[in-house]
């Protein structure tokens, strides 16, 4: 199985801060890699996919970047409802694999 | 628009089995996989397996292989999954996801059961 690594575990941010998130994974899973954002007692909600694409009603302020093994979301300016967990997934094959998880938390 | 509805809370002895449901609605429900995740308290996201309603055919993650089956009905739009020999450690939210029309990524889930075995 594929694993994926987050770093880092935590980030306490600002609000208005810029925040980048990495994630892993131990072998190429091409572009074939999506970032959710799990507020809690919800379900997980698909931000990016393709590495790359914006989800359906996603603000601009989301990016994801990257290919083979090494990705990053970034949230360019955060806002209150921001801070949540953020997982990375691949889904180049069966079966699918999640990262632990980044907590982005308020400073 | 897409929806996927789960059945309620369940409280579980060891040993046991429990069957949650997940009713689709918004779409034609042979046209995309169903997936089946879970999540212990306080712990990430785990892929537990994936059903084509069209056949109802499956592939099982390695983990839970001879203990979880997952079903569907198409005449309810409904799929289901049970997992059986229940222990402490299967206590979680199970959600079901449906891909996306752009390809295999999770992107409708239903609301989440939350399983819970304790003797």
Redesign the interface.
């Known amino acids: 199985d594929i694993v994926m690594t987050q770093s880092p575990a935590t980030l306490s941010m600002s609000p208005g801060e810029r925040a980048t998130l990495s994630c892993r994974a131990s072998q190429s899973v091409s572009s074939n890699l999506a970032w959710f954002q799990q507020q809690a007692g919800q379900a997980p909600r698909l931000l990016i996919y393709g590495a790359s694409t914006r989800a359906t009603g996603i603000p601009a302020r989301f990016s994801g970047s990257g290919s083979g093994t090494e990705f990053t979301l970034t949230i360019g300016s955060l806002q209150s409802e921001d801070f949540a967990i953020y997982y990375c997934q691949h889904y180049n094959n069966w079966p699918w694999t999640f990262g632990q998880g980044t907590k982005v938390e308020i400073k | 628009q897409v929806q996927l509805v789960q059945s309620g809370a369940e409280v579980k002895k060891p040993g046991a089995s429990v069957k949650v449901s997940c009713k689709a609605s918004g779409y034609t429900f042979t046209s995309y996989y169903i997936?089946w995740?879970r999540q212990a308290p306080g712990q990430?996201?785990?892929?537990m397996g994936?059903i084509n309603p069209t056949g109802g055919s499956t592939?099982y993650?390695?983990k839970y292989q001879g203990r979880v089956t997952m079903t569907r009905d198409t005449s309810t739009s409904t799929v289901y999954m049970e997992l059986s020999s229940l222990r402490s450690e299967d206590t979680a939210v199970y959600?079901c996801t449906r891909e996306?029309i752009?390809?295999?990524?999770?992107?409708y889930?239903?609301?989440?059961t939350l399983v819970t075995v304790s003797s």
Do not use: F, K
């Open positions: 997936h995740v990430g996201l785990e892929w994936i592939s993650a390695q959600y996306a752009y390809g295999p990524v999770p992107e889930w239903g609301q989440g």
